[in-house]
Nanobody, 119 residues
Framework: QVQLQESGPGLVKPSQTLSLTCTVS??????????WSWIRQSPGKGVEWIGT???????YYSPSLKSRTSISRDASKNQFTLQLGSVTPEDPAVYYC???????????WGQGTQVTVSS
């Protein structure tokens, strides 16, 4: 059974960088041919795909967020990390990490973590 768990600060100041880590158990993030994604949900924007990192380490980003998004991984810890820079009042949401993306279904999800942007 694959399990994902998000961690990181729930409160970020405007213009700062949001950093969230997803710790995966029950499956390797480098195993062929899985993809791992970040998705967020907010009342105003609904569900929004942020980006994906592949088993190969290749990354894919939402065009609307690409300029300030970076997804990386630490294979030794079986973790992948989201960094979203220059946060604004448009960025508060529940952030989820999930297995899936590209052509594969989102089949396992973390519980989600609420992120608030406030000074």
């Amino acid at each position: 059974q694959v399990q994902l768990q998000e961690s990181g600060p729930g409160l970020v100041k405007p213009s700062q960088t949001l950093s969230l880590t997803c710790t995966v158990s029950g499956g390797s993030i480098t195993a062929n041919y899985y993809y791992w994604s970040w998705i967020r949900q907010s009342p105003g924007k609904g569900v929004e795909w942020i980006g994906t990192i592949a088993y190969s380490g290749d990354t894919y980003y939402s065009p609307s967020l690409k300029s300030r998004t970076s997804i990386s991984r630490d294979a030794s810890k079986n973790q992948f990390t989201l960094q979203l820079g220059s946060v604004t009042p448009e960025d508060p949401a529940v952030y989820y990490c999930t297995r899936g993306g590209r052509t594969t279904a989102y089949d396992y999800w973390g519980q989600g973590t609420q992120v608030t942007v406030s000074s």
